[in-house]
Every structure is written in C-alpha cells, then in structure tokens.
C-alpha cells in the first residue's frame, strides 16, 4: 500500500504534515520547529529530492521505497546528544518487529543488518539567540530500496531484503512512532544509554574518527565514543551534527 494523507491520518494519532515529494524532510520540519509546531509532531515524505545525510552528505529516498520521517522535540539542552540513542533505538526495534535478525548499531546511530546500513539518522537543533529552540530528528529507513545495481551493494540493504514480504509502510511508520516516543519518554534515563551501548557493534573494534585512528574502548552517556590510538592516548569524538547550525553562544 502506499503512503497517503488519508492512511497515515488513520494511522497516527499526533499532528503532521504529509508530501508525496519535499526537498528534506528536516527542512521542512526545521521551518514548522521555528512557527511553533507542538513537540511530537512530524513530518512525512514518500520521498526526498534532496535528502540530507550526515557530514554533508546526500541521502537517497525513491518514491515508494522508503521510511523518510523528521520529529519535532524540544528536549533539554543537556540531552541533544542522546536524540541519536532514541531514533537508532527505535528503527532497531522496528527492524526486529519485523523479523531481521543480527542487527547492530555502527557508532553513532547507523543500525546494520549482517554489516550493512538500513536507516540513516540525522538530528538536528535549532537555535534562536543562543537559545534552544528545539530539535529535529531525522530517519530515513530503506524498505525496499533497490540496492542491486548501485555503488552502495555492499554497503546498505533494505528491511524487504531480509523478511521476503511487502512491508506497510504507513504501518511502520506508525510503529516506529510509537517506539520513539517510548524512547525519547526515557531520554535521560540509564536505559537509554545501557541499551544502545549493549547493541553497538563499534566497541572493541579499530576505528577511525575525525582523523583520530585507533581502538573504540568506550561510548559514553552523551553519545561520544573513547578511542585509544597507538600510544595509548584516549581521545574522545563526538557526533558533531547537532551543533551545526547553532550560533556562537548556543555551541
Ligand atoms: C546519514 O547520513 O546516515 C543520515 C541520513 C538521514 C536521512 C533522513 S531521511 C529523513 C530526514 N530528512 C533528511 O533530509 N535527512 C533525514
């Protein structure tokens, strides 16, 4: 079935906007944060024209084929960074309602199947006069992406790929919702932080972060990652997105 106004307005029971085609999903909901839209509200696309990854990079969202979802939240200022807990959380739990198996969390919030990426999570805050206006958190989630003859094969995978059934994704929507909302109600509890770190598959693993190259030792309640190099220096790395588009007394 595909994504309509009319299903989702069945589905969900919060406000949001729904597109057959936006530019991003974040954009969207950063402009909709910014005239006063409710905490929990959402903004759903059935695909993306410009999509926004991490670290500047575009993000893939074919019509018809994927979750491309941004949530409004206004969490506290000492939290922002655990909105990657929530959303990776949230579609690793959606990944295993529908049956995959050997899932994990790349560090920060890339949940993989046997390795290979099935969501891509962007939050983002918005800051007015160096003050916490709130924060969008961005997911897209590959249902049946068609990964077969492009460059990512290797690398990034679909849900459909692994259960060998049509999924809803009005329904998945739903439930991935309702997850993150149960999440995000835990944001400054241990759980949140003892249960994504018990999924990372990044520790104990040699990583490279930032040009900081060595052996992941810890993830720490705020999100960051311990990595010691050859000599024995920690050094800790952050995720670093949150603070993009904070002005300078908001960093
Ligand atoms: C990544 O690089 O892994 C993060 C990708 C985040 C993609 C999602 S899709 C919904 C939302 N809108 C965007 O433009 N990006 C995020």
Known sequence: MTLSQSILERQLSRPFKY?????STNDVAKAWLAAGAPEGAVVIANAQTRGRGRQGRSWRTPPNAALALSIILKPAKAH???LNMVAALSVYDLAAEVGCEELGIKWPNDVEINGRKVCGILPEALWEGGRLAGAVLGIG??????????PLSGTAISLEDMVERRLDRAQLSASLLRRSKQWYEQIGAPVLHKTW????????RAVAVDGVAGVAVDALPDGSLLIRDDSGRIHQAGSGELYAHSDDEGR
């Open 80 to 82: 922002l960074s655990r």
């Open 197 to 204: 770190k018990s999924r990372l598959t990044t520790l104990n």
């Open 19 to 23: 597109f057959d085609q936006v530019d």
């Open 141 to 150: 989630v590959n249902v049946r992406v068609d990964f077969k003859r492009s």
